[in-house]
């Protein structure tokens, strides 16, 4: 297994558009989890701030596939992106998939298939890029007054073209 402390130009690589929480009050509410097939450890390690995680690169097809979280949280992300500009793990990433099916390439309709109905929206400051964003948490307003959070997972679906070129598993309590 080969572990590497990564620069920060590495950790402002990592693919990703938003906060995985950030469409928490407009998420369809879900029951079910997801994770990704991938059943490897390996990776290189980074820190990013407090968090730490490890990331793998697909150098043929580009694509990169992360695990970042601290504390109670953390998030899992497998997306297009360009070169990293350290040399990281590489591994072919193209059958990646998550257990209910989700892959990249795939159209807003292939996700809504297997997650249920939802409204592509407009992701902030990222030109052409939707997402249809589910979670397992009730929305923000149920949790007031509630002492201790429910554990659960946002699920963010990033699409540019009709096709799905990331994808977000955000897990925390």
């Given at each position: 297994m080969?572990?590497?402390?990564?620069?920060?130009?590495?950790?402002?690589?990592?693919?990703?558009?938003?906060?995985?929480?950030?469409?928490?009050?407009?998420?369809?509410?879900?029951?079910q989890r997801d994770e990704f097939s991938y059943v490897g450890a390996d990776g290189t390690f980074f820190f990013m701030g407090p968090a730490r995680g490890r990331v793998v690169y697909d150098y043929t097809h580009h694509i990169a596939l992360y695990h970042v979280g601290c504390c109670a949280w953390g998030d899992v992300v497998l997306g297009y992106a360009s070169l990293p500009p350290e040399r990281v793990v590489n591994r072919d990433l193209t059958a990646l998939h998550t257990v209910r099916g989700i892959r990249l390439g795939m159209s807003p309709g292939?996700?809504?298939?297997?997650?249920?109905?939802?409204?592509?929206?407009r992701v902030p400051r990222a030109k052409d890029v939707y997402v249809l964003a589910y979670t397992t948490w009730p929305p923000k307003s149920q949790m007031i007054g509630i002492t201790r959070s429910p554990c659960g997972q946002f699920q963010n679906f990033y699409f540019r073209n009709d096709r799905?070129?990331?994808?977000?598993?955000?897990?925390g309590c």
């Open positions: 080969l572990a590497l402390l990564l620069t920060a130009s590495l950790s402002a690589w990592l693919p990703a558009f938003a906060n995985s929480s950030a469409f928490w009050e407009d998420a369809v509410r879900i029951s292939g996700v809504t298939l297997r997650y249920g109905a939802n409204t592509l929206r799905l070129v990331l994808i977000q598993l955000g897990n």
